[in-house]
């Protein structure tokens, strides 16, 4: 299904307090089988969002590239990984991790909304948005920050809120 931005943007003003809460009660107290639900969730998610008609993470966020990344991406260019870190990065001090200096991603094609580099590209983005990832009670502050910019993840939270 295309996702439409506007509309995603409208309801995300709504709801996101509504769902941040509800995902912060889910970290408190996990309900039994929570792996199991976000793994056939998920599943339900990606036969409603279409990621191509989005790019939404990769127009508005910043991967985390580590230093196998860089080293991998680095030599798709034939440069080094200090040249490929003073060209498109900035260490970002507090989390400690190498990300993008600009927003959209320099390797976003905006006229497909496709990936340039898809075959190197950072890990973060090959699991990106980490519906699945296990133990999902982990991973519920990441999910809570992505809920305002994917529309895969509201879609996610909003099927647990009805099946919880
Ligand atoms: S590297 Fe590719 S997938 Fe990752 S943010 Fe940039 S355009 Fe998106
Ligand atoms: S992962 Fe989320 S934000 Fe990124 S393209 Fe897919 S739906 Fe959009």
């Given at each position: 299904?295309?996702?439409?931005?506007?509309?995603?943007k409208?309801?995300?003003?709504y709801?996101?307090?509504?769902?941040?809460?509800?995902?912060?009660?889910?970290?408190?107290?996990?309900?039994?089988?929570?792996?199991?639900?976000?793994?056939?969730i998920?599943a339900?998610?990606?036969?409603?969002?279409?990621?191509?008609?989005?790019?939404n993470?990769?127009?508005?966020?910043?991967p985390?590239?580590?230093?196998?990344?860089i080293?991998?991406i680095?030599?798709?260019?034939?440069?080094?990984?200090?040249e490929?870190k003073?060209?498109?990065?900035?260490?970002?001090?507090?989390?400690?991790?190498w990300?993008?200096?600009?927003?959209?991603?320099q390797?976003?094609?905006?006229?497909?909304n496709?990936?340039?580099?898809?075959?190197?590209?950072?890990?973060?983005?090959?699991g990106?948005?980490h519906?699945?990832?296990?133990k999902?009670?982990?991973?519920?502050?990441?999910?809570?920050q992505?809920?305002?910019?994917?529309?895969?993840?509201?879609?996610?939270?909003?099927?647990?809120?009805?099946?919880l």
């Amino acid at each position: 299904m295309q996702v439409n931005l506007r509309s995603f943007k409208q309801k995300v003003r709504y709801h996101q307090k509504t769902m941040k809460r509800f995902l912060g009660k889910i970290e408190k107290n996990p309900p039994k089988g929570l792996d199991k639900l976000a793994e056939k969730i998920d599943a339900e998610v990606w036969k409603e969002v279409d990621c191509l008609s989005c790019a939404n993470c990769c127009k508005s966020m910043s991967p985390t590239f580590t230093t196998k990344d860089i080293k991998r991406i680095a030599a798709h260019f034939e440069i080094t990984p200090n040249e490929f870190k003073e060209k498109w990065l900035f260490f970002d001090k507090k989390d400690k991790d190498w990300m993008n200096t600009s927003q959209p991603c320099q390797f976003l094609n905006l006229k497909n909304n496709m990936c340039s580099i898809y075959e190197v590209r950072p890990d973060d983005c090959a699991g990106f948005p980490h519906l699945k990832k296990k133990k999902m009670v982990e991973y519920i502050h990441v999910h809570q920050q992505n809920i305002s910019y994917c529309p895969a993840t509201y879609k996610m939270v909003e099927k647990m809120q009805s099946q919880l």
